[in-house]
C-alpha cells in the first residue's frame, strides 16, 4: 500500500467500504506510524545517519504553502532505498547544522565530497557539518544564471516592443485609421518574434529546427546585443562540455570573464562575480564531473508523492511515507 491515497480509494470501492475510513484506519493502526520513532520532532527534521555515504547532495524542496526543507541525500542509493540522510524544516544554516551534527562526527569526516548549489546558506550548512568534505557547485545552476540572464535582456526588447505598438494603437486611434502592424519576412510581428524566441535562446543552434533558425536571423539582426548575450551563454556551457580538466578550464573562463567585461551588460557582469566568488568550488566539478542532478531528481520524486497525496495536508504523515520508500 505504497500510494496510499489511491489504494484506500480502490480497496474501498472494490470491497464497498469507504475509503476515507479506511485511510484513517491504515494511518492509525496499520502503517505503523503512531509508533514511528521520529514522530515526536518530524515536521521540524528526520535524520538517518546509517544512510551516509562518502558522495552527498544536498538541496532545497517545497512540500507545501510554500514551506522549504533542506535535503542531504546520499548518490550512492541513486535515489532508491537508502537515499535520504536528511530533512530538516527550512534553510537557516545554524537550524539546519545542528541537526546534522546529532550524525556522529566519524561518520560526517568520512564524507569525500558534496554537490550544493551557489546558495551561501548551503556552503556554510556543508563546510560545518563535514569539514574533511569536498565541495563541488552544481555546474547546471551557474549555466542557468547565463540562461536567464538571456531571458531577461530578451523580456526586456519584449516589453519595450509592446509599450511601442501600444503607442502605434493610440496614435492610429487618434488619426482615425485602422491599426495594421508591421509582420517580419517571417510572418511574425516583433512581438511575437520576441515571445517565439524563448525556446530558442535555451537551445544549442544544432538543435534549432529551420523555423527556429530563420527566425534567430531576424531576430539578432534587429537585437544584436541579444546575440551577444546568447553566445556568452553558450560559450559558458561549452566550457562544462568540453573543458577535460580544471586547468583547461580555469584558462578558458578568464578568457570568457574578459567577453563579459566587453560586453558591459550588467546581469553578466553578475554572473561573473558569482563565479568568481565560488570559483574553487566551481572548478571542482572538472575533478569528477560531479553535479546534483541526483539531488534534483529525488526532489522530482518528493515532488510526484506530493501529487499522488494531491497535495501535503500532514507534513509528519507525507514525511513518514517518503522515509518508508527512500530512508
Not at 510572418?187 to 544549442?204: A, E, P, V
Amino acid at each position: 500500500m505504497d500510494n496510499t491515497p489511491i489504494s484506500c480509494k480502490v480497496i474501498g470501492e472494490l470491497f464497498q467500504l469507504d475509503g476515507k475510513r479506511l485511510q484513517e484506519q491504515y494511518a492509525a493502526h496499520l502503517s505503523g506510524y503512531t509508533s514511528w520513532k521520529q514522530l515526536e520532532h518530524a515536521q521540524q527534521w528526520i535524520l538517518y545517519p546509517e544512510n551516509i555515504g562518502e558522495n552527498l547532495s544536498l538541496d532545497e524542496t517545497c512540500l507545501s504553502n510554500g514551506d522549504l526543507y533542506t535535503i542531504l541525500t546520499n548518490k550512492a542509493a541513486k535515489g532508491k532505498k537508502g537515499a535520504l540522510v536528511a530533512m530538516v524544516k527550512g534553510t537557516v544554516s545554524d537550524t539546519v547544522i545542528e541537526v546534522l551534527h546529532k550524525i556522529p562526527e566519524s561518520k560526517r569526516k568520512k564524507v569525500k565530497e558534496i554537490t550544493l548549489d551557489l546558495a551561501p546558506t548551503m556552503e556554510r550548512i556543508a563546510k560545518r557539518s563535514f569539514p574533511k568534505a569536498k565541495l563541488v557547485s552544481d555546474r547546471f545552476h551557474v549555466q542557468k544564471l547565463a540562461s536567464d540572464a538571456v531571458q531577461e535582456i530578451r523580456i526586456k526588447h519584449r516589453w519595450a516592443a509592446i509599450d511601442q505598438e501600444n503607442k502605434e494603437i493610440e496614435y492610429a486611434k487618434e488619426l482615425k485609421k485602422r491599426y495594421i502592424p508591421e509582420v517580419l519576412e517571417n510572418g511574425d510581428t516583433l512581438k511575437q518574434l520576441l515571445i517565439r524566441s524563448r525556446f530558442l535562446l535555451h537551445q544549442r543552434e544544432s538543435k534549432w529546427s529551420a523555423s527556429q533558425v530563420h527566425r534567430s536571423e531576424i531576430l539578432f539582426r534587429l537585437y544584436p546585443d541579444l546575440k551577444q548575450a546568447y553566445n556568452l551563454s553558450m560559450e559558458l556551457s561549452n566550457i562544462f562540455h568540453q573543458s577535460k580538466n580544471r586547468l583547461v578550464a580555469f584558462k578558458k573562463l578568464a578568457l570568457w570573464y574578459n567577453s563579459v567585461e566587453k560586453f558591459e551588460v550588467k546581469t553578466f557582469n553578475t554572473i561573473a562575480r558569482t563565479i568568481q566568488n565560488n570559483y574553487e568550488y566551481i572548478l571542482n566539478y572538472f575533478d569528477n564531473r560531479s553535479t546534483n542532478a541526483s539531488a534534483e531528481s529525488f526532489n522530482a520524486k518528493v515532488k510526484a508523492l506530493r501529487s499522488q497525496f494531491r497535495g501535503v495536508r500532514d507534513i509528519s504523515f507525507f514525511l513518514f511515507r517518503l522515509q518508508k520508500i527512500y530512508a
